[in-house]
């Protein structure tokens, strides 16, 4: 089983909705990060903490924002979206963020924008 | 920016037979590599990885992967398949002295019939 546990599984929210996604770790993990993974696709990196700070930010639109209020929590905001930014959204850790440091994923929140 | 090339999308094969998998990376630098699988409403789950020394590595389940490095590849193998073993697999990579941006590639979807 992940030590990576995400809240909730399954969300339905509409376009005028605000959100959010929840992940926990307990492995002393100071890296964690957020991916989206569309249907049959491979996952794509959102955001990157490390040491509670945010390290990076691939572009993501400002309707999703991540926050992590310790080491090991992280949340990830959601207001305005659009039927597009459905998805499974996977949360990570890994001890710090340095190459090569292993990524545990958590099992995703899937989310469904109508 | 590093990408990850899997050929193979769509793997059949039947119990017993041998697999191969293939990845191909393109990025100027070292890199780490990985094997990840997502088995069936699963998270991803790490198969095997390679940082550096002996350029053949073992994982778990029987699987293993072996980096040419003259050839940017990290197939992945395993001599006898079950059906167990049905599931998405994806290479990725991350680039070596930067951040743990994992980059994957497309995934094989490899199903295994009895």
């Known amino acids: 089983d992940t030590e990576v546990t995400q809240t909730p599984k399954h969300l339905v929210m509409g376009m005028t909705n605000k959100k959010s996604l929840k992940c926990e770790q307990h492995m002393g993990h100071r890296a964690m990060y957020w991916y989206k993974q569309k249907a049959k696709k491979p996952p794509e990196l959102m955001f990157v903490?490390?040491?509670?700070?945010?390290?990076i930010n691939e572009s993501v639109p400002s309707r999703f924002s991540p926050e992590c209020p310790n080491s090991s929590l992280l949340n990830l905001h959601l207001h305005a979206l659009q039927p597009e930014d459905s998805a499974l959204y996977l949360c990570?850790?890994?001890?710090?963020?340095?190459?090569?440091?292993?990524?545990?994923f958590g099992e995703g929140s899937w989310l469904t924008v109508v | 920016a590093q990408s990850v090339s899997q050929h193979n999308h769509h793997v059949i094969l039947s119990e017993a037979a041998s697999l191969e998998l293939g990845c191909n990376y393109s990025?100027?630098?070292?890199?780490?590599l990985f094997w990840y699988v997502q088995y069936p409403g699963q998270h991803l789950q790490l198969l095997l990885k390679y940082f550096s020394g002996d350029p053949l590595v073992k994982g778990i389940k029987g699987f293993e992967a072996e980096f040419i490095k003259s050839k940017f590849s990290f197939n992945l193998r395993k001599p006898s398949v079950q059906w167990s073993d049905t599931a998405e697999y994806f290479c990725?990579?991350?680039?070596?002295?930067?951040?743990?941006?994992?980059?994957f590639g497309t995934g094989t979807q490899l199903k295994v019939e009895l």
């Open positions: 990725a990579v991350n680039p070596t002295g930067g951040g743990n941006k994992l980059t």
């Open positions: 990025y100027g630098g070292t890199v780490n």
């Open positions: 903490y490390s040491y509670e700070k945010l390290s």
């Open positions: 990570a850790s890994s001890h710090p963020a340095a190459s090569g440091n292993t990524i545990y």
